[in-house]
């Protein structure tokens, strides 16, 4: 059974940064995709960012590019996300996420289908 468990969210005021993890365990995690999507209030989930396991390959969304990095640790099986410069509108839950090979249901980011997500992480930026 895929596990995703994410840590490190917070509450910081704009311009502040903040580092999420996410630990994958019952998951092939060096032949795949890790990656991270958000949802804010009354918006749709987007992806935010992945890299490839077996890799390192990265793939970012426009409106994080510059400011966040994605970084893996394959000896713990362990993504993050290093977010800096952080807007009031990166304002979101933050959910991991892992590629999901059978193409029977998740949300598509860069090509890869995603679908198997951790529990989310709130992240808030003041201005």
């Known amino acids: 059974q895929v596990q995703l468990v994410e840590s490190g969210g917070g509450s910081v005021q704009a311009g502040g940064s903040l580092r999420l993890s996410c630990a994958a365990s019952?998951?092939?995690?060096?032949?795949?995709?890790m990656g991270w999507f958000r949802q804010a209030p009354g918006k749709e989930r987007e992806g935010v960012a992945y890299i490839y396991g077996g890799g390192g390959s990265t793939h970012y969304a426009d409106s994080v590019l510059g400011r966040f990095t994605i970084s893996q640790d394959n000896a713990k099986n362990t993504v993050y996300l290093q977010m800096n410069s952080l807007k009031p509108e990166d304002t979101a839950m933050y959910y991991c996420a892992a590629q999901r090979k059978r193409l029977d249901g998740g949300s598509w980011f860069g090509g890869v289908l995603f679908g198997y997500w951790g529990q989310g992480t709130q992240v808030t930026i003041s201005s």
């Open positions: 019952g998951y092939a995690y060096s032949d795949n995709y």
